[in-house]
């Protein structure tokens, strides 16, 4: 792989979200099944009753002359000359990009509709309510884009970019947070997540820096503590919040440190100086590629993990630019060389044959062709609001995750 994953960004987890506060902490519906048309009139309403400000915007009804320009709001790596240069030479639409450190700052990014700079954001599941909820997205006419008809299932309509059947984007790749461990010091695969909560590897423990580790713990308390009553890792109510967030705290002696770059937690492996942990796949197989003796392994209890989206900014410059990469980006070939050359598994179905065409055994190993048992243990990323998804007022916003995490967690 020749550039690394997402980097969560230290400084930005400081800021209480720079963009959406004020509609997540009035309290912010989840997206529910319907049939709305995308540009049919009024707003598209979530189960809780909020309403996306921009559902009546007019979508595209065919995509025209390109207008030569394409400002992307991406993760470090998802813009990598091997399928944009491509891009670029088919559609003369010039690739300018802007990289994000972490889904706050997509957010802040994207204030305004993209402030009529950035066409599109590949946000993940943490930050595509918080964006669609603001009304800094547009509706996406889905007929554009051929291979949406080839993705999986759970990739067509999901409810982190699709309101009311309303899309506002197209998805694009999503894979696990798994558990890593040095295989030198496990005689045996760990089955479990206890092992980063156990005193026994003080020291020696590395996690993300990101306030949606409290998912994590919660996923985790919700197998092992079942009278807590969770139910959903990012739906919580106060004492389920403070019980995953007490976790977490009591864990903190045994972090050897908080991971903010892919880089940091492959250099502390390597070193020694750290023996388990949490990470992506991208970890697991540059380690691997280095011939260090890596495991890695999703528990018992499951685990999260993200699902990403290029998503159209409500004010976007270049809209035909944007949707002939939209159709671009969802091909299988494409779909292909980003899971392999990331480490993540793509939604479109077809793409399971190029990856082993580029790599030998990839599908297999980003779980491309993984039963549906695989990922329905995936608990992904989704924006925590106040408004539960059965209409309850009593779940912890996303402001109070960010604020627990830099003042009780670490």
């Not at 309290?27 to 529910?32: A, D, I, K, L, M």
């Not at 820096?209 to 308390?221: H, K, S, V």
């Not at 159209?312 to 944007?322: G, S, T, Y």
């Not at 993984?370 to 059965?390: E, G, R």
Request: charged share 15%; aromatic share 10%.
């Amino acid at each position: 792989m020749t550039t690394p994953p997402r980097a969560v960004s230290r400084s930005a987890k400081t800021a209480l979200l720079l963009a959406g506060v004020a509609v997540l902490a009035a309290g912010c519906g989840s997206s529910g099944g319907g049939s709305q048309a995308a540009g049919s009139g009024g707003t598209a309403t979530g189960t809780s009753g909020l309403t996306v400000p921009t559902a009546h915007l007019p979508v595209l009804q065919k995509i025209g002359k390109g207008e030569g320009q394409l400002n992307l709001i991406a993760w470090e790596g998802y813009l990598n000359p091997i399928w944009v240069k491509p891009f670029e030479k088919q559609t003369g639409c010039q690739v300018n990009a802007k990289y994000a450190g972490s889904s706050d700052e997509m957010v802040a990014l994207m204030k305004n509709g993209g402030g009529g700079q950035y066409d599109m954001v590949s946000s993940s599941g943490d930050a595509d309510l918080r964006i669609l909820y603001a009304g800094d997205a547009r509706p996406v006419n889905i007929n554009l884009i051929p291979s949406w008809n080839d993705f999986f299932p759970a990739f067509k309509s999901p409810a982190f970019n699709t309101i009311n059947g309303v899309h506002y984007g197209v998805s694009l790749q999503w894979g696990p947070n798994v558990l890593m461990y040095n295989k030198k010091d496990f005689s045996t695969p760990p089955t479990s997540w206890s092992v980063i909560y156990n005193p026994k590897y003080k020291g020696q423990v590395t996690v993300p820096d990101n306030p949606i580790q409290i998912a994590d713990a919660a996923l985790y308390l919700e197998k092992t503590k079942p009278s807590l009553g969770i139910t959903d890792p990012y739906e919580l109510t106060q004492p389920q919040f403070q019980a995953a967030v007490s976790l977490l705290a009591s864990q903190r002696p045994l972090i050897e440190k908080y991971w903010s770059l892919a880089s940091q937690e492959i250099f502390d492996f390597k070193n020694g100086n750290a023996t388990v942990g949490a990470g992506w796949p991208y970890q697991v197989s540059s380690l691997k590629a280095a011939h260090f003796p890596i495991g890695d392994t999703i528990p018992a209890q499951g685990a999260t993990g993200w699902a990403d989206t290029w998503m159209l900014a409500a004010k976007a410059p270049h809209p035909n630019c944007a949707y002939m990469w939209m159709r671009y980006i969802s091909t299988p070939k494409v779909q292909a060389e980003q899971a392999v050359n990331y480490g993540e598994t793509p939604d479109n179905k077809l793409a399971c044959g190029y990856m082993n065409q580029i790599q030998a055994g990839s599908c297999d190993q980003y779980h491309a062709n993984a039963p549906l048992s695989y990922f329905h243990s995936i608990a992904l990323w989704k924006t925590p609001l106040a408004t539960c998804d059965n209409g309850k007022q009593d779940c912890v916003p996303y402001t109070q995750w960010v604020a627990a995490w830099n003042t009780q967690v670490k």
